[in-house]
């Protein structure tokens, strides 16, 4: 089973740019889709973006444009590029496989855009 580590978050002006970090553990990590996902104060979590094995991407319609999702699978890595954030942004970001496996969410990494 592959377990996550996030990370890369931090404080960022609206506009600004952030890469976030997945490291992964586990021998199937190159086989499987790799979603970000999201949770945001009082709110559930929700489906960022997601690519498969041999990196097809799927981005929802709140980020696209703006978010990138990348994996490196020779390192056991996931990336999210995030562009032109703005405050709606702010949340804890994880990865997960795709769709999400309840046992593999991490702590994640805590994004938030001041305005």
């Known amino acids: 089973q592959v377990q996550f580590v996030e990370s890369g978050g931090g404080l960022v002006q609206a506009g600004g740019s952030l890469r976030l970090s997945c490291e992964a553990s586990g021998s199937t990590f190159s086989v499987n889709t790799i979603g970000w996902y999201r949770q945001a104060p009082g709110k559930q979590r929700e489906f960022v973006a997601s690519i498969t094995s041999n990196s097809w991407t799927n981005t929802a319609d709140s980020v696209k444009g703006r978010f990138t999702i990348s994996r490196d699978n020779a390192k056991n890595m996931a990336y999210l590029q995030m562009n032109s954030l703005n405050p709606e942004d702010t949340a804890v970001y994880y990865c997960?496989?795709?769709?999400?496996?309840?046992?593999?969410w991490g702590q994640g990494t805590q994004v938030t855009v001041s305005s």
């Open positions: 997960n496989v795709s769709p999400p496996n309840q046992r593999g």
